[in-house]
T-cell receptor
Framework: GQQVQQSPASLVLQEGENAELQCNFS?????MQWFYQRPGGSLVSLFY???GTKHSGRLTSTTVIKERRSSLHISSSQTTDSGTYLC????????????FGAGTRLKVIA | EAAVTQSPRSKVAVTGGKVTLSCHQT?????MYWYRQDTGHGLRLIHY???????EKGDIPDGYKASRPSQENFSLILELASLSQTAVYFC????????????FGKGTRLTVV
């Protein structure tokens, strides 16, 4: 089954609104990473977040390893935030690395 | 900043033909990966490598081969391209396997016709 569940699958915001994206894991993990994928397709790393809370500008990532979840908060959204947000889990078992969720497609309208 | 460069950035291939996607990293990382992404989906691991001249299978290795001739270079080879292999392919690298950030290339859009 799916090891990484992202919610919501899609989201439309009015510019200025906040958003909370969720990532839940069905397996134990060492760490996780949040990525932003531009409409053109390239991946940008937002946070490498093994645990706790990290901030970067209007973005905040919180990972709770024991509860197998992570969230990405976007405050005061802008149209340029539109795109797909992917979370990836680094498993604590097995011999290969990141497993990705299907992503949250965000559209911010002016 | 870590750098992973993929080539070509896009390619159209004929069914049954051979395709080679190349990846070069200047990060001095031991680990390199190939992922594929299908429209509207997350990324899935095809092959990875942790040392030159050695590759390992990921989640979806069927129909793909990989080659790691040096620490810096990692290729993905489709010996007999099929329509189902139309996708965007991403290469990535990391310093270690555990508790480390992964850096991605910009992707290669492959269309098999």
């Amino acid at each position: 089954g799916q090891q990484v569940q992202q919610s919501p699958a899609s989201l439309v915001l009015q510019e200025g609104e906040n958003a909370e994206l969720q990532c839940n894991f069905s397996t134990s993990l060492n760490s996780m990473q949040w990525f932003y994928q531009r409409p053109g397709g390239s991946l940008v790393s937002l946070f490498y977040n093994p645990s706790g809370t990290k901030h970067s500008g209007r973005l905040t990532s919180t990972t709770v390893i024991k509860e197998r979840r992570s969230s990405l908060h976007i405050s005061s959204s802008q149209t340029t935030d539109s795109g797909t947000y992917l979370c990836a889990l680094e498993r604590s078992t097995g011999n290969y690395k990141y497993v990705f969720g299907a992503g949250t497609r965000l559209k911010v309208i002016a | 900043e870590a750098a992973v460069t993929q080539s070509p950035r896009s390619k159209v291939a004929v069914t049954g033909g051979k395709v080679t996607l190349s990846c070069h990293q200047t990060n001095n990382h031991d680990y390199m990966y190939w992922y594929r992404q299908d429209t509207g989906h997350g990324l899935r691991l095809i092959h990875y490598s942790y040392v030159a001249d050695s590759t390992e299978k990921g989640d979806i290795p069927d129909g793909y081969k990989a080659s790691r001739p040096s620490q810096e270079n990692f290729s993905l080879i489709l010996e007999l391209a099929s329509l189902s292999q139309t996708a965007v392919y991403f290469c990535a690298s990391s310093d270690t396997l555990i508790n480390t950030e992964v850096f991605f290339g910009k992707g290669t859009r492959l269309t098999v016709v």
